[in-house]
């Protein structure tokens, strides 16, 4: 489903707005004239949670990990628009996204590879940077290691795997084993992809085998990032690096949209829009068309209404699972004086 983009208003209405010189108030011709535009589809934050394995062994491979963040994965979020923040759990420095204000490091944080050092040391402080992130944002974990003395299925003085810990900890945060609110996307030395540039998606199997004699691949980390619907990729292809991160920005500026979402469109210049006429037009991948009308209440919600809220138009629950099922719907926000216009 297509919600579209930003169109001005003033073009909808013919010439970019009406001219309003000698009224003391708009006249009612062109107050009750019905505009047309598409919303603008509401992107969530973005809350990315680096785990870094800075041990010497690590080598080239963490280098190219900050190098990625600090360029690639950063264009990315900031030409879309996103509004993000990296907590990095680690001392390494990432001058242009502390120079743009996105970063916040924890320094006295190491991260290795043994049941002590993988996610203890991160979970050991949960209570310092969990409370920063935000409720409405899109958690992404990006964790990369050699794993050269563990594999993750253990952690020293907890109960389970790293997604287990974190659901027992806050379900409101972090979902459930069947509805994660996170992803997890690790880089560990699994068997280069064909071709080599491809990360691994969560629907594919497990793989087996290494990329490298010194870089170990322990299926309980590949297994979180399949539960989680997070990528794969081989940590010794470092010179890859900037590509798979570029994968890592899309997906998650992908679930960052919220396609039964929208932004009321601002009206023309000196004029205001009556909530009650607030109407969505819902066209269907199969050239139909229908239009939602405005519930009062969400007791009032079906398949066929939206809720507003200030200028954020929210489509019903079962209209929501209607129209995401059309692939090829479009929605538009309509307004004017009498919504039997529409």
């Not at 990369?144 to 974190?166: E, K, R």
């Not at 679930?255 to 210049?269: S, T």
Request: charge should be negative.
């Amino acid at each position: 489903m297509d919600a579209g983009g930003d169109v001005d208003l003033g073009d909808a209405g013919g010439g970019g707005g009406p001219d309003l010189a000698g009224f003391d108030a708009a006249p009612p011709d062109l107050v009750c004239t019905g505009v047309e535009a598409m919303g603008t589809t509401v992107r969530l934050p973005i809350d990315v949670i680096v785990l870094p394995d800075e041990s010497a062994s690590m080598g080239p491979a963490r280098d190219a990990v900050r190098d990625a963040m600090d360029t690639t994965f950063r264009t990315a979020m900031e030409t879309a628009g996103i509004d993000y923040r990296v907590l990095w759990m680690g001392r390494t420095t990432l001058p242009m996204l502390t120079a743009a204000g996105r970063i916040t490091n924890y320094p006295a944080v190491s991260l290795g590879s043994g049941n002590g050092a993988m996610f203890k040391p991160v979970l050991d402080i949960y209570d310092s940077w969990a409370p920063t992130l935000r409720a409405d944002a899109i958690k992404v974990f990006v964790h990369f290691t050699d794993a050269t003395s563990g594999t993750g299925a253990a952690i020293t003085g907890y109960t389970g795997t790293f997604d287990q810990v974190l659901f027992a900890r806050d379900a409101g945060l972090w979902g459930t084993a069947g509805a994660p609110r996170f992803s997890y996307n690790t880089f560990v030395g699994l068997t280069v992809n064909t071709p080599p540039e491809m990360p691994y998606l969560p629907a594919d199997p497990l793989v087996s085998g290494s990329c490298s004699g010194s870089f170990n691949n322990p299926p309980t980390l590949q297994e979180i990032a399949q539960r989680t619907g997070g990528l794969r990729f081989p940590l010794c292809r470092f010179d890859l690096f900037n590509g798979v991160f570029q994968r890592i920005a899309e997906s998650a500026i992908a679930r960052a949209a919220v396609p039964c979402e929208l932004v009321l469109p601002p009206p023309m210049g000196g004029m205001s829009i009556d909530e009650s006429t607030v109407a969505v037009r819902y066209r269907t991948g199969s050239g139909g068309e229908e239009v939602l009308f405005r519930a009062a209440s969400a007791a009032e919600c079906s398949d066929t209404r939206f809720l507003l809220d200030g200028d954020r138009v929210t489509l019903c629950p079962t209209a929501c699972a209607r129209v995401t099922a059309d692939a090829d719907a479009t929605l538009s926000v309509l307004s004017g004086c009498d919504p039997s216009l529409y």
